[in-house]
């Protein structure tokens, strides 16, 4: 019966069914794809350490940031390389440099310098151009995404990079930096030359564990024989780059407050919708109290109304941030929603309606079944 | 529930075809003891008054009322006179500065609300005068709502509701709405769902004040056949003099008192 009178009744009123309908949605929207976007920014933060193949990543002691290495010497790869359970050392070299526009004009770029014959560091995938596209001596991979940027290079075409000559020989997607700065990849020697920085230094060494290896007992010993560095398994750097740019740059606050908002906004406007419905019906209530209905009882109605305008604006919300998502994220702009992030908004505006469902509760509670009889 | 019917003078389950109707203990009271009866409702010294503008002013003045199982009882009197003031107190809801009332034997002065709520629930029918009807639900849904407060599952109370329904001549607006009824139809409609639990007491207030004259009579006509059947007792607040034929006994009110 309670059921019954509950939907019956929402039902009944569609205009105001429909607005808190759109509440529920909207929050449901605003928060995935904030939350999304979000997830899809800071996660390039740590693209250059995901995508590099390597186990364990060795920096200067207290390395935060995968873009803002300081250097160590690279021989240190001979003392990791005796290190129980390290199969391959490579180091890698990352640094900012100035790239040649067409029109004249210099553009920012991070240069990535990677070793020959490995994959360690080798966080792109040519899909235009030459495969072994840093074999050529000048030859470096810039990514599609940056084609704006870097005005619209094509494959072959000369372009110099602090002042040296070098030649665009393939083409990545997707590999993008957190910075606004282009990555370049290019030969680790190449790298070495255009740097004004000490040449014997590398900017990290990375390391490939033998499979059957603990990552973490590694990082204990390799930081045990060389004092002067940290090793971090590349999860843990990865986290660590993030959370550099969320508490340095104020992200995770930013972020935050715009979805609070999107919450917010939901639960007034279910708040009110609701609200709305019971002043409607308030001589309806106090019928069913004159003729029986206890007030818990009519409570239950009421939370049984918010929790279905909650489901079905929850599930409609979902659909539409799915197809969003997949119609509006791109390699540049990515949206990246986890699982954990739909469960747990759903959840989180599941419970706001039920919160919500107490504004009316207050009128409801003042309800005087008296009333029925005066009208 | 069976509907065997010991009493001969109410209409036996042919006459009417509504099943799971049985009768009330009460009604052979009625009929088989000239005896003094324990009434079904007795009032004793109500007073309540009001605060208005900071003065407290007497709407009700010690009043002492009874109504006798199976009795129908007219409140009348001009309007400001409290008819609707003790017909609430009565039915519970609202609560009266003083005096003592009883529901058979039951004193019911005095409970908290839940306790009003479930008496109200079990024991009292309401009939109001804009028929307050639920507009979300259907015919067939508004009367099955005391039975499903009660426990019923909804299918068989809305088979009892419509069976009901039938016998009031609304067999065609059990599905309707009742925006899309005629002030007459909801009346009725309001009517079944205060009798659908066979309540002792059914309260009234100018159950015919938005009627015209002919589905009022109509109503009261119902009212009628209904309360003697499952042996309720009435009280009808009303000025419609049309319907005075309708009373076993009539009480005029003036000024918070009878006359
Ligand atoms: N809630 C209230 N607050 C203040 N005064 C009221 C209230 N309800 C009724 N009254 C007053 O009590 C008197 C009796 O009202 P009522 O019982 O409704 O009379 P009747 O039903 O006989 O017309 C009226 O004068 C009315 O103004
Ligand atoms: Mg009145």
Redesign the pocket.
Known sequence: MRWNLAYRTLLHDRGKLIAGLVGVIFSVVLVNLQGGLFFGLINKASLLVDRSNADIWIGHRGMHNVDFPHGIPERFRFVVAGVEGVAEVEPIRIGFGEISLPDGRFEDCVIVGVTEGTDLGRAYEVLEGQEDALQYPDGIVVDRCDDAKLVHPEIGEIREINGRRVRVMGKSEGILSFLVSPYVFMSYDQAVELSTEDPQNASYLLVRTENDSDPGQICRQIESLLPDVSAMPAGRYGRVSIHFWMTRAGLGVSFGAAAMLGLLVGLVMVGQTLYAMVLDRISEYATLRAIGLSERELLCILGLQSALVATIGIAIGMVITVILKTSLSTPRVTIEIPLMLYVGCGVLIFAICLFAAGLPYLRVRRIDP?TAL?S | MTTTNPNPNTPGPVAIPVTGLGQREHANQLKSSSAPTQPALEAKAIAKS???GGQA?P?LDGIDFHVDPGECVFLA????????????ILGLLLTSDSGQLFLKDRRVDGLNEVERTLVRRQRIGFVFQRFQLINGLTAEDNVAIPLTMDGMPMREARDRAGDLLCRMGLQDHCKALPTSMSPGQCQRVALARAVINEPELILA?EPTAALDGKSGKAVMELLHQLTKEFASSTVV?THDPRIYEYADRICE?EN?RFK
Do not use: A
Not at chain 2, 77 to 88: A, D, E, H, N, Q
């Open positions: 008296h005066q | 009001y605060v208005i002013r709407v009197g001009p309007s400001g006179s409290g008819k609707t003031t003790l017909l609430s207030d607040v009110m918070g």
